[in-house]
């Protein structure tokens, strides 16, 4: 038979024993609720993911559909157009007279000019007014003394104004002071 051997424990070891148990219980415990919060995070995070995920689809799809239907508007608005077109050429059937198509195309201008403005568009006023190089471009000049130097006289091309942007400038001819002939002047009076 074996001898069984005796062990003498102090009684501050085995204070110490009980003590690096129970912490070692509570480090367990500590590491049991930081796995459970790796994991809500990791679930969180897999969640914010897929919801990114869907929402960029979700923008994806918005834009190809702005692409697609983003005229729809514009169009909608062009429509009548089409019809003063078609009424005019009626028109011009049963009674072709310059009159009846004179005022279509009136009634075209008014429409479109509406419709222009509707969009932000403004047309830049340039005769009679000051040369403004933001809003007009000078092509040329135009010598005379009717007119007080830097007016606008002439315009060759209208220019235009998008929700306070020129898109255009005016192509306009500005106002010069004569200069005296003086050759002109001698030969005149001989």
């Not at 340039?126 to 830097?150: C, N, Q, S, Y």
């Not at 060759?156 to 255009?168: A, L, M």
């Amino acid at each position: 038979m074996k001898k069984e051997r005796i062990y003498f424990i102090k009684e501050t070891d085995l204070k110490n024993l009980r003590e690096l148990s129970k912490k070692a219980k509570e480090f367990e415990k500590e590491k049991e609720e930081l796995n459970n919060k790796i994991e809500e995070l990791k679930d969180k995070y897999l969640r914010t993911l897929a919801e990114f995920e869907n929402y960029r689809k979700r923008v994806e799809k918005e834009k190809k559909d702005i692409l697609k239907y983003g005229n729809e508007n514009l169009i909608l608005q062009l429509i009548p157009f089409d019809e003063i077109f078609e009424n005019v050429l009626k028109q011009i059937d049963k009674a072709p007279s310059i009159e009846i198509i004179k005022k279509g195309f009136e009634l075209l201008k008014k429409e479109f000019t509406k419709l222009l403005e509707g969009l932000g568009v403004k047309k830049i006023n340039a005769i009679g007014e000051k040369f403004d190089p933001k809003l007009h471009e000078g092509v040329g000049f135009i010598e005379t003394d009717e007119v007080e130097e830097g007016i606008i006289i002439e315009e060759e091309k209208s220019g235009y104004i998008y929700n306070d942007r020129v898109i255009r400038p005016s192509l306009v001819k500005v106002a010069k002071k004569m200069k005296d002939n003086v050759e002109n002047k001698s030969t005149c009076e001989d």
